[in-house]
């Protein structure tokens, strides 16, 4: 132990983000366990490296006793007075016992040591990092594939894109470079696990967050999002702006915005629609492509009743009812679809009943 592995402490300090003194703390409690090993385990004993030298000595930890019962970790007053008049009973004596031949122990034991709490730092530290990341958006670099789990390089560490979270159909060849969403980072013996989404609707508001500066500087809001991972997302918005369009400055000029976002999610589509205070406009903004001629609400059960032209039953229902079923998620209300001559057969019904 020298001066020389001070230096290696402040370059570690420097290149990986590791306080010197979490490797001095440890070496110091790895040490006591290593004296007790080699020198007997009944003394109280102190480890300290000089922060400067790099030196260690080792101290046996004695209380100043009036009767000494146990000598290993007990002093009588006089003796005490010996090393320093100042003590009384109560006091801790620290005596320097440091063993001829504990530098080499020591070396030894710092290698292990800084080796193992080197790992453990850094994985705290990518804890830390990614833990603060949760729910934001991240580009890997696909690694490997297992058992149906994609393994990422984040860079620093590596991230799993387990199957519930996969875009179904979706292809991942390794180095293929993607966006995902941080979706729980978990701290684990192993170090932090960081638990990847491709499908999860956050990651859709957050290319729209990195594509959209309207959005990212917080004059288009995004309001929801309903999404079916690999097949269609609604995204309704509203702008805080009047003279900014929300759908707009979504789409971008020709389509430039969205459709960086639709080729980043390997041509999902993307409806995006305006939100409104008023429900009734809301509701049928969100049946969008479909044209809606009438929206009736009950407030107390949250269920609307919709019509839209004959020929556009088909469009605002949506291939196995997808259209109907995003749009019910958006704005979290049931949605009753009915064509503009199921709703008069409906009314003439009703007359007749009546």
Not at 188 to 198: A, E, F, V, Y
Not at 291 to 307: C, Q
Request: proline letters at 3%.
């Amino acid at each position: 132990m020298n001066a020389e592995f001070i230096e290696a402490l402040e370059e570690i300090e420097r290149d990986k983000g590791i306080p010197k003194e979490v490797i001095f703390e440890a070496l110091e409690a790895a040490l006591i366990s290593s004296y007790r090993k080699n020198f007997g385990t009944s003394q109280n004993v102190e480890v300290i490296v000089d922060r400067e030298t790099g030196n260690v000595e080792v101290y046996a930890k004695k209380t100043v006793v009036e009767e000494v019962k146990n000598s290993l970790l007990e002093i009588d007053l006089e003796e005490a007075k010996k090393i320093d008049d100042k003590y009384k009973l109560g006091d801790i004596v620290m005596i320097k016992i440091t063993p001829r031949n504990f530098g080499r122990i020591a070396a030894q034991t710092a290698k292990q040591v800084v080796i193992q709490r080197i790992k453990d730092a850094e994985r705290d530290v990518i804890y830390e990092e990614f833990v603060n990341r949760e729910n934001e958006i991240i580009t890997g670099l696909v690694q490997r594939i297992s058992k149906n789990i994609v393994y990422v390089d984040l860079g620093k560490t590596e991230g799993i894109l387990p199957p519930t979270e996969q875009i179904e159909g979706e292809v991942y060849n390794q180095g293929d470079r993607i966006k995902l969403y941080i979706l729980e980072v978990k701290k684990t013996t192993k170090g932090p696990q960081i638990i990847l989404s491709r499908s999860h609707p956050g990651l859709v508001k957050r290319l729209f967050e990195l594509e959209v500066p309207e959005i990212h500087d917080g004059i288009v809001e995004i309001y929801a999002i309903s999404r079916e991972a690999g097949s269609r997302t609604k995204i309704a918005v509203y702008s805080k702006d009047p003279n900014v369009e929300p759908v707009g400055a979504c789409v971008g000029i020709k389509g430039s915005r969205v459709k960086a976002i639709v080729d980043e999610l390997n041509g999902e589509k993307i409806d995006i629609v305006v939100w409104s205070k008023n429900i009734e406009e809301f509701i049928a903004n969100s049946l969008s492509p479909s044209s809606v001629l009438k929206v009736e609400i009950d407030e107390k059960n949250k269920t609307a009743l919709v019509v839209v032209p004959d020929y556009q039953l088909s469009l605002a229902i949506g291939k196995e009812g997808q259209n109907a079923r995003l749009a019910a998620k958006l704005t979290n209300w049931k949605i009753d679809i009915k064509s503009e001559s199921q709703y008069k057969a409906m009314l003439e019904n009703q007359n007749k009943s009546s």
